[in-house]
């Protein structure tokens, strides 16, 4: 007799399987255009802090928009929402595709189209965050917080990345036109949904009324904002800067090819994959707090390994253990969050989420390039990472942080389906 997996009973619900499905085509779009926007970008600026500012342009309307977009998808469906930010997303990349095919594309074009883009990531970002809990039975929601890690590395890390490396060497028109085409297909997938309705609301309020409610709602519970603020200097000095300095390193210091730049972030999908589909069967931890940020934290601390790599191999430990790490850790926040906030606060607090992680990360960037520019990538992280080790020492310790999980029992395993056994 075998207890059936989690994510099985999970893809036996059809809308969750039907959004999953859709934003694993996307996924692999976007790991095609990851690798070919970053090496179109170093191939012709050959400048790490021009990457940097690049990659700033993209996330910084993300980060300034977000609490306007959690105020947005409380008020209308999640999915129609999530429909125009696909099909936003389409005319964006089908239209770089065709400047670049022109041969007419400059720097500028592409900071402006960053921009833009980063606008409607905006909106997705919160509206997938409260569909999340109106579609998948509660018992679940770990499961459907792993399996979408898991596409976003097998498609996003792994598969896309590996394949826009091969095609930036022929046709970088060709890659991004082949990301287009999937936001065009996870919109059909969107489309097959049924209408989800509105969250419902009370008495009418104004939009700026509603953003000051979520940020109160998060700044009133401790151990969100404690947690959001450790992990903003993470994300801005050590995580996200790995997306410039680790490509900028292979192809300037140690001169690594196109394709290797597309297999390091391979490697981090293959570990992603792997953790997402372990982490989606596991039960929540009795100390969920502790336990995130003991996993982070190891992700974080690899970040001294770009301190001593001399090789591709050494390169690619970094981002195979941040992926495990983030996945891990992220699947247990996510399911924290979906449990203790309130249904009609999800779309405001996951914007505030958001919007807090991320929110020093386009600075972190540029200042990144700037100094990986000036005392080279290894000092860089050596000494990022052991700043950042200390916000997680503090939150590991923190006993007013941890209050939350203080009594807390362990929930029991899920319970076994009728005709989930076999016999032998």
């Known amino acids: ?40 970008v170093l191939d012709t600026t050959h400048s790490a802090a021009m990457l940097a500012w690049f990659a700033a342009a993209r996330m910084a309307p993300t980060v300034a928009f977000l609490l306007v977009g959690g105020a947005v998808v409380d008020r209308f469906s999640r999915r129609t929402l999530l429909l125009v930010s696909d099909g936003s997303r389409f005319v964006l990349t089908a239209g770089l595709a065709a400047v670049i095919a022109a041969h007419a594309l400059h ?22 965050a409260a569909l999340t809990p109106q579609i998948v039975p509660t018992e679940l929601l770990p ?26 060497a022929y046709s970088t028109a060709g890659a991004i036109s082949i990301d287009a085409a999937t936001f065009a297909v996870s919109a059909a997938f969107l489309l097959a949904m049924r209408p989800v309705p509105v969250p419902e609301r009370g008495a009418a309020t104004s939009m700026l009324h509603d953003i000051r409610e979520g940020l109160a709602y998060v700044r009133r519970t401790t151990w969100f904002w404690t947690c959001l603020l450790a992990v903003t200097f993470v994300n801005a000095l050590v995580l996200v800067p790995q997306s410039v300095l680790v490509p900028y390193f292979l192809r300037h210091v140690l001169h690594a090819p196109k394709v290797e730049v597309g297999l390091v972030f391979t490697v981090g999908g293959v570990t992603g994959a792997a953790m997402s589909l372990v982490a989606g069967n596991l039960r929540m931890p009795r100390r969920r707090i502790r336990t995130m940020f003991a996993v982070w934290g190891v992700g974080t601390l690899s970040g001294l390994i770009m301190g001593v790599a001399t090789n591709f191999w050494e390169v690619a430990l970094f981002p195979l253990i941040v992926s495990a790490s983030i996945v891990v850790g992220n699947v247990f926040w996510e399911s924290m969050v979906q449990e203790e906030v309130p249904a009609e606060m999800m779309g405001r607090a996951s914007s505030v ?33 052991l700043v950042c080790l200390v916000p997680t020492a503090l939150v590991l310790i923190s006993r007013r942080v941890n209050a939350v999980d203080a009594g807390r029992v362990r929930p029991p395993a899920p319970a076994r389906d009728a005709g989930a056994e076999a016999v032998s």
């Open 107 to 128: 720097y500028w074009e592409l900071i402006a189209f960053a921009l833009v883009f980063g606008l409607f990531d905006a909106l997705f970002m919160p509206a997938y």
């Open 143 to 168: 499961a459907m917080n792993s399996i979408r890690p898991l596409s976003s590395n097998l498609m996003g890390s792994m598969i896309g990345p590996a394949i826009g490396g091969l095609l930036a």
């Open 1 to 40: 007799m075998q207890r059936r997996l989690a994510v099985a009973r999970l893809l036996q619900h059809r809308e969750p399987t039907l959004l999953l499905s859709g934003q694993a085509v996307s996924n692999l779009g976007d790991g095609v255009a990851l690798v070919a926007l970053t090496l179109l």
């Open 353 to 385: 989420d958001w919007f807090v992680s991320l929110g020093l990360s386009p600075v972190g960037l540029v200042v990144a390039g700037a100094l990986a520019g000036a005392i080279g990538v290894r000092t860089y992280y050596v000494v990022m990472t």
